[in-house]
């Protein structure tokens, strides 16, 4: 038993006398008020008797008050005989002259004036109490007249009731102690239920939370609590305790391996450990890595713009394998054979792409409709309105049912780790371990996850998260998502949440959720120029866009809306307004890839950026020099990576970002280590780059602040800033984003639940 300790003694003795306090006060003034009833009651009593009394002597009285003084006086006294509590009586003439009184009254006789002259002042009875030497007496003075109704005189009854005021006092006594008792009783009560119900629970609850902190415990938060509320925030507190502490330990494991660092070779050797023996790799997402298109009559092969594909084709370089992917290039077809596959990269073949053909109702409904006006929407806080179509889900579910068909042709008879991709596939888990249970299936979560509250909208939530629940890792970019992917699933399905353990068991499946960072690879393994001829290729892209010799800011984005670029324009907008020094200085190329654009709302998006970007160089540009060049088109890898090694300043100002690559890409690009980096605190990638300028996208004067302050910022700082990031992106490389995942997959093998 917890030892109670002088605070908490003292907090809950304050609460139980607090509490007998009023409950005394209240219970003091009842009694009081009950003993004033019964003293007035026994007054009254004690006043009818003095009124009969007089009714019995007023004749005997009225006679002698006819006869002169000495003679009254005389006849009176056999009548003033006191008994009991009565101490007698007192005769006056209406003038207030005594007549004759019992010996007891003698003596305060004087006294009786009040009341007397009361009496002859208003011709009825008159009660008045005094007091005479301590002791209290009640004179009760009644007028007495003859025949014909004119005042003779007063007779005064007088009587002790000192015996009222003993009986009120001993009943007031009596209270008193009952109250003390119930003031006791309360007390201890009050003490002993707030210890047992709130002090003793929050005194281990903090003792718990103390060796947590410092002695990393394994068990469960301490049973009891006094909310609910309480013992499911514990449960999540000790979770992302432990989520963070394994971080921290492995980001020391990596700091004390520095020198390994993974590259594509350890990563091969990695994944044929983590698959096992004769087990294949097979990627699925609805985006291929590469795209045919016909283009001036020829087939060509371009590499579609997004994080996904930017990050997984080096791994399935590095691995091998097989990419199930949807066909969407008009050339896809002619490019591939009878079953939709073939090797890529096409100039350096290293894994299958396997394509999926999707007829244009399915693309509309699966793709555009239920994937990009749906769920996209909903995943992410740019305030655009998700769209849910009946016949976009029934879309969504046939597309979902045809990759699961093409990945189970894949594997055939064979076993196989298969990493399903992001949000277009979210029923694909359940689909494949439905038919092969055997299965190793992951399924890694490319966009934000939003809070329980906003994912309910959407109306195949359930059907949604039981697809995905079909899979055996779950992985985010944050730990965040985890957390509100599984607060989504608690109050969603019935299902059994692990908080310690980061898992769900849902219909005896158990899926673990865990966050993984994804990356990028080193510049110096892609097919990208490098020295002279890079510095040739940058001098073409000036002189071709006009680019002279001003301070060049780079964006690169597919153009969506969530990417912030309204708010990114405008802040250099807002920048060139209060700096005008720059104007002619500073330019900022925007190199915006066409998206989704069958979607009206993109279509209206690159239309209104054009706009904007318009009117801010109609504002300022002169001469051949204009600050913004909004560049819409397929840019390619060898145009990204220029425009981003010339660059000495990158913007990313996502309104929300699972990550956001091209952060992770220029900070790549940095060989010299010149760059400065403006980075959203909405995309993930904030939590990594810490020593990014951050800024809130929404806040055009504090981002126009931070272009400035880039701007001019010294040397020395950006060589700093830039080389923590430049090592960090180095060492956390998608090399190693994939081994992690993998391994952490194969760890699920024969998992039992709650492990
Ligand atoms: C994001 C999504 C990916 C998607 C990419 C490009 O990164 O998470 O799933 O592939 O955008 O979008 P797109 O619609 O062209 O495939």
């Known amino acids: 038993?917890?030892?109670?300790?002088?605070?908490?003694?003292?907090?809950s003795l304050r609460l139980g006398f607090l509490i007998a306090a009023i409950i005394g006060v209240a219970t003091g003034f009842l009694a009081w008020h009950q003993v004033e009833q019964e003293r007035r009651t026994d007054l009254d009593d004690v006043n009818r008797r003095a009124q009969a009394l007089a009714q019995q002597l007023s004749a005997a009285v009225g006679n002698a008050l006819a006869l002169p003084d000495p003679a009254a006086s005389a006849a009176l006294r056999p009548h003033l005989d006191s008994y009991r509590t009565l101490l007698g009586y007192a005769v006056f003439r209406p003038d207030g002259h005594l007549v004759a009184a019992s010996e007891a009254v003698q003596d305060f006789a004087d006294r009786l004036a009040p009341v007397l002259l009361r009496a002859v002042y208003l011709g009825a009875d008159a009660v008045r109490l005094i007091r005479f030497q301590g002791t209290p007496i009640e004179a009760v003075a009644v007028p007495l007249k003859n025949q014909r109704g004119l005042l003779q005189g007063v007779l005064v009854v007088a009587q002790d009731v000192s015996f009222i005021d003993d009986r009120a006092t001993g009943r007031l006594v009596q209270f008193g102690f009952w109250i003390l008792i119930l003031t006791l009783l309360t007390v201890t009560l009050v003490v002993g239920a707030t210890w047992l119900t709130y002090e003793r629970p929050l005194h281990k609850l903090a003792d718990w939370m103390r060796r947590l902190r410092t002695e990393n415990v394994g068990e469960a938060p301490p049973p009891g609590l006094p909310s609910e509320m309480l013992v499911s925030e514990t449960g999540r507190l000790a979770a992302s305790f432990r989520a963070a502490r394994s971080t921290g330990q492995r980001l020391s494991q990596v700091a004390m391996h520095a020198e390994q660092v993974w590259t594509r070779d350890r990563l091969r050797v990695h994944a044929i450990a983590a698959l096992g023996e004769g087990r294949q790799l097979i990627v699925v997402s609805n985006r291929e890595p590469y795209m045919h298109q016909m283009r001036d009559g020829k087939v060509q092969a371009i590499v579609p713009a997004g994080g996904l594909v930017t990050a997984l084709d080096p791994v399935l370089q590095a691995c091998g394998g097989v990419w199930v992917a949807h066909g969407a290039g008009d050339a896809d077809r002619q490019a591939a054979d009878g079953s939709g596959r073939l090797m890529v990269p096409p100039d350096d073949a290293r894994y299958t792409l396997r394509r999926v053909w999707l007829t244009r109702e399915e693309e509309q409904g699966y793709y555009y409709g239920f994937s990009n006006e749906g769920i996209w929407p909903l995943c992410h806080l740019a305030h655009e309105r998700p769209v849910f179509r009946a016949l976009d889900w029934e879309a969504y579910r046939q597309a979902n049912l045809r990759f699961a068909e093409t990945v189970l042709d894949e594997i055939g008879d064979g076993s196989a780790v298969v990493l399903?991709?992001?949000?277009?596939?979210?029923?694909?888990?359940?689909?494949?371990?439905?038919?092969?249970?055997?299965?190793?299936?992951?399924?890694?979560?490319?966009?934000?996850?939003?809070?329980?509250?906003?994912?309910?909208?959407?109306?195949?939530?359930?059907?949604?998260?039981?697809?995905m629940l079909g899979a055996d890792l779950v992985g985010f970019h944050l730990q965040q998502h985890c957390n509100s992917f599984l607060d989504t699933v608690d109050r969603m399905l019935e299902s059994r949440l692990d908080w310690d353990h980061f898992s769900v068991e849902f219909k005896g499946h158990v899926s673990?959720?865990?966050?993984?960072?994804?990356?990028?690879?080193?510049?110096?393994?892609?097919?990208?120029?490098?020295?002279?001829?890079?510095?040739?290729?940058?001098?073409?892209?000036?002189?071709?866009?006009?680019?002279?010799?001003?301070?060049?800011?780079?964006?690169?984005?597919?153009?969506?809306?969530?990417?912030?670029?309204p708010e990114r324009f405008r802040a250099v907008d807002r920048f060139l307004e209060k700096y005008p020094q720059y104007r002619g200085r500073f330019t900022f190329v925007e190199l915006g890839a066409p998206s989704r654009t069958h979607i009206r709302r993109y279509r209206d998006h690159i239309a209104q950026l054009e706009t904007i970007a318009d009117e801010i160089n109609w504002k300022y540009q002169t001469g051949d020099w204009q600050p913004i060049h909004f560049l819409v088109a397929h840019h390619d890898v060898r145009a990204v990576h220029a425009f981003l090694t010339m660059a000495s300043m990158c913007i990313v100002s996502s309104l929300h970002d699972g990550m956001n690559l091209v952060a992770k890409e220029y900070v790549a690009a940095q060989a010299t280590r010149e760059g400065v980096l403006i980075l959203s605190e909405f995309a993930g990638a904030a939590r990594e780059l810490a020593d990014a300028i951050i800024i809130n996208p929404y806040d055009t004067e504090q981002f126009a602040e931070a272009i400035h302050s880039g701007v001019e910022m010294k040397a020395a700082e950006r060589h700093a800033r830039m080389d923590r990031m430049h090592q960090a992106v180095q060492e956390h490389n998608i090399y190693r984003w994939a081994a992690t995942f993998l391994t952490t997959l194969a760890a699920t093998r024969n998992q039992v639940p709650g492990t």
């Open 512 to 565: 673990r959720v865990r966050p993984f960072p994804i990356s990028v690879q080193d510049w110096a393994e892609r097919k990208v120029p490098a020295g002279e001829e890079l510095e040739q290729q940058i001098a073409e892209l000036k002189q071709e866009h006009n680019l002279g010799n001003a301070f060049i800011a780079v964006g690169v984005d597919r153009i969506d809306y969530t990417k912030g670029l």
């Open 420 to 467: 399903v991709q992001d949000y277009q596939l979210a029923l694909l888990p359940r689909l494949l371990k439905a038919v092969r249970p055997d299965l190793q299936v992951g399924l890694f979560w490319h966009i934000p996850w939003p809070n329980p509250e906003a994912f309910r909208i959407c109306p195949y939530g359930a059907e949604l998260l039981t697809g």
């Open 1 to 11: 038993m917890a030892r109670i300790r002088r605070p908490q003694l003292a907090r």
